[in-house]
């Protein structure tokens, strides 16, 4: 049976498909009987995707524009 | 990317590989948003993000005769961008800090959770718009992650390169980056979870 630890532990390869179908049932019991866990295990889902929206840059205009000549003089010497 | 773009990109490669400049610039204007968040998010500098992405387009123009088109471009020159960010963030470390403590959920001796999380806050990640304030909170607590769990977390959530990838650029085992993994989305989440019960 896994208490919160190792079902916190595990969360990795369960999300990825990779755990053993007996961990999975031990994980499943626990989530079953713990909401706490259950909600952990939605926002530590969650926040790959937060964390992606979060760090979403793009290029400045004036970076571009320094990148196309860079590259027209290194190119065009080739 | 859509079937759509990859098929629009092999078609301008082909043009490239041929040594028509115009076909490049194009395959630069539709990847260059991507190369140079992958090196900002990576260096944390826009003077090295500028650097990397243009050391990546021109590393890229000079294989263009090697790629054989298996992966998509789009692939391709993002390997390339994190394989420089990488290098960059080597030759400017000067102690690679890998053991420092991350912040994690705690738990009591018979190992159930310390503190229930109160904050529902897993629904609001499908909203379109981030809150800026959160977005400040996550970029700070990107930044302070130990620069070994940083760059795995990156590169896998982020970049969303594979295990094997990582594990080949970084210079660790795949059991080792999913480990580091595993401790830079938990102590994300603790940040983003603490920034909910803030507000």
């Keep these: ?78 | 990317m859509t079937d759509t773009t990859v098929q629009d990109d092999r078609t301008l490669l082909a043009r490239a590989q041929g040594g028509d400049m115009s076909a490049f610039e194009a395959l630069v204007d539709r990847h260059e948003d991507k190369v140079y968040g992958l090196a900002l998010r990576m260096t944390r500098s826009e003077a090295d993000a500028a650097e990397v992405t243009q050391d990546t387009f021109l590393s890229a123009y000079q294989h263009l005769a090697e790629f054989r088109g298996e992966a998509a471009f789009g692939s391709w020159v993002h390997r390339i961008a994190a394989n420089n960010a990488l290098m960059r963030l080597r030759r400017q470390r000067v102690l690679d800090i890998v053991g420092e403590e991350l912040a994690g959920p705690e738990f009591t001796e018979r190992g159930s959770l310390a503190e229930a999380p109160e904050a529902d806050w897993s629904r609001r990640a499908d909203d379109k718009i981030l809150d800026e304030e959160l977005g400040r909170a996550i970029q700070g607590a990107t930044d302070a992650l130990p620069e070994g769990y940083r760059e795995v977390f990156l590169l896998k959530d982020v970049e969303g390169l594979s295990y094997e990838e990582i594990s080949e650029m970084v210079g660790i085992s795949i059991p080792a980056v999913k480990s580091r993994l595993h401790r830079a989305r938990l102590a994300l989440r603790e940040a983003i979870d603490a920034f909910y019960k803030e507000v």
């Design chain 1, 1 to 78: 049976m896994f208490n919160c630890k190792d079902s916190i532990d595990a969360l990795l390869p369960f999300l990825d498909g990779e755990m053993s179908p007996e961990d999975e049932e031990h994980l499943k019991a626990h989530l079953n009987g713990c909401p706490p866990c259950v909600e952990f295990v939605r926002s530590y889902r969650a926040t790959s995707g937060l964390c992606r929206k979060a760090l979403v840059k793009s290029m400045p205009p004036e970076v571009a524009g320094r990148l196309r000549a860079f590259l027209r003089s290194k190119l065009e010497t080739k």
